[in-house]
């Protein structure tokens, strides 16, 4: 493989993990961003953002001088291939991801790129953005053999680097061929060890993005609908999940039933999917199903707290465990936990969070941020466990006894080790076992 130097356009989340893991597959990385101050944290070997390993890789790499941080996209004119990894937030009007970010950020490469680079789009974009990306380039550069390549991620917040490094498939979606080997190349040590490449066309490429997340979604959402009924019924969701997940057609994974997906990916993408199949007149009706069941999701289990409590949470005080959409992450993007402890301000209940290391923004009366579990469950008269973190699973609540005004939890994780010695002496309510009343 030839030595190249690589561009990596927006060092946001996906950016930094994909400048972070090439430098440290042995690449040379140039990263770009606009944002100054990220620029000059990054330039000292401090993430911007909350991920297992990541602080340690990035001095690893800056020490190794594999990698380096501009605001200057000149910088990178020597690179003959740019990846870029701009934000495409979901527009609040239409629905669509919004593309200004990568729009601008391929203009500018365009300006400085050597002739026949290839830029490579990260970010997850609606179908056929691609294609038109391309078009623009031959019509704004003619003869300069830019070419546009789709290589999306499939990266998990809290083990993305782990994922970076141990890819179940590398999807490359692009027109030339010498365009996709360039691409290819800079997963040589993945294909070397037989990881499987997808090359492809672009509009499969980008299909494949909002098909894979859709498609864990929608599992997500279907066991979730099966943990309704099993409240109901009777039985115990987690050996239902095994009991279909062990079937190799099926699988084991996603089936954790839970308050419903959320963070940055699965609500924006099943949306944009949605939106894009009505655009082209083909609704997606599992997808758009999908999303109004897991909206609706938040409701039903705030309907469900207040049926425990046998009364209107107004007045009441209620420790949410959890803010963060999933465990080790800070990230409160459209995070469950978050809409819970909204819904419970608005409903007039005083609300105490506590979460090992996400913050909310959020200045109301009624509403505190703790630093202890034991400080969040002072005076409550309801534990709600929202996020799945480790440190809920084993924390020993016969310590709180005392603290708190009754002892009952729900578990929307189904996290609380429910074989604990302090059990018979609460109430515990969990999502996917059948209700106490
Ligand atoms: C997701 C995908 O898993 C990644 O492959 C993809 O690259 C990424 O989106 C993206 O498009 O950037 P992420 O959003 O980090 O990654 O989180 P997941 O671990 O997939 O969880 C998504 C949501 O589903 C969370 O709210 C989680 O709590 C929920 N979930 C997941 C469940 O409720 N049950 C499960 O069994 C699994």
């Not at 060092?11 to 000059?40: E, P």
């Amino acid at each position: 493989m030839q030595a190249q130097t690589i561009c990596v356009v927006g060092v946001g989340y996906v950016g930094l993990i994909q400048a972070v893991g090439l430098a440290k597959l042995g690449l040379k990385v140039t990263c770009v961003d606009l944002d100054a101050s990220k620029v000059a944290m990054l330039k000292k070997g401090i993430p911007p953002i909350f991920e297992d390993g990541l602080e340690d890789a990035l001095r690893e790499v800056i020490a190794r001088g594999n990698i380096v941080f501009t605001t200057d996209i000149g910088e990178a004119r020597d690179c003959g291939l740019f990846y870029v990894a701009v934000g495409t937030p979901t527009s609040e009007r239409t629905g669509n991801a919004r593309l200004d970010y990568l729009d601008s950020a391929v203009a500018g490469i365009a300006e400085i790129a050597p002739a026949e680079a290839v830029i490579v789009v990260k970010s997850t974009v609606p179908i056929g953005t691609c294609a038109g990306l391309q078009a623009r380039l031959d019509r704004n550069h003619p003869g300069k053999g830019l070419e546009i390549v789709s290589n999306p991620e499939f990266l998990r917040e809290g083990t993305a680097l782990k994922d970076f490094f141990n890819p179940e498939r590398i999807v490359i979606g692009g027109t030339s061929e010498a365009a996709r080997q360039k691409v290819r190349d800079s997963y040589a040590a993945f294909e070397d060890r037989g990881v499987p490449m997808i090359v492809t066309d672009t509009s499969t490429s980008e299909t494949i993005k909002y098909a894979a997340n859709a498609f864990l979604a929608t599992k997500v959402t279907f066991i979730n609908e099966i943990s309704d009924l099993v409240e109901t019924v009777g039985g115990d969701i987690d050996q239902v999940a095994r009991g279909i997940g062990l079937d190799s057609r099926i699988g084991p994974q996603f089936l954790k039933a839970g308050p419903g997906y959320g963070g940055s990916c699965f609500p924006k993408d099943t949306l944009a999917l949605a939106t894009i199949g009505r655009r082209h007149g083909v609704q997606q009706q599992i997808v758009e199903t999908v999303i109004r069941i897991n909206d609706s999701r938040r409701f039903h289990i705030l309907k469900r707290i207040e049926a425990a409590m046998g009364d209107k949470l107004s007045g009441k005080r209620v420790a949410v465990l959890g803010l963060a959409f999933k465990a080790d992450t800070d990230d409160v993007r459209d995070s469950p936990a978050v809409d819970l402890v909204h819904a419970l301000l608005e409903e007039g209940a005083d609300v105490q969070s506590f979460d090992p290391v996400a913050r909310l923004a959020v200045d109301h009366r009624g509403y505190s941020q703790c630093e202890t579990i034991a400080e969040a469950c002072k005076g409550v008269s309801a534990v709600l466990v929202a996020t799945e973190w480790a440190a809920f699973r084993t924390f020993d609540f016969a310590s709180v006894e005392a603290l708190v005004d009754r002892r009952y939890i729900f578990d929307m994780r189904r996290i609380v080790d429910i074989t604990a010695s302090w059990v018979p002496r609460w109430d515990i309510e969990r999502i996917g076992s059948p209700l106490m009343r």
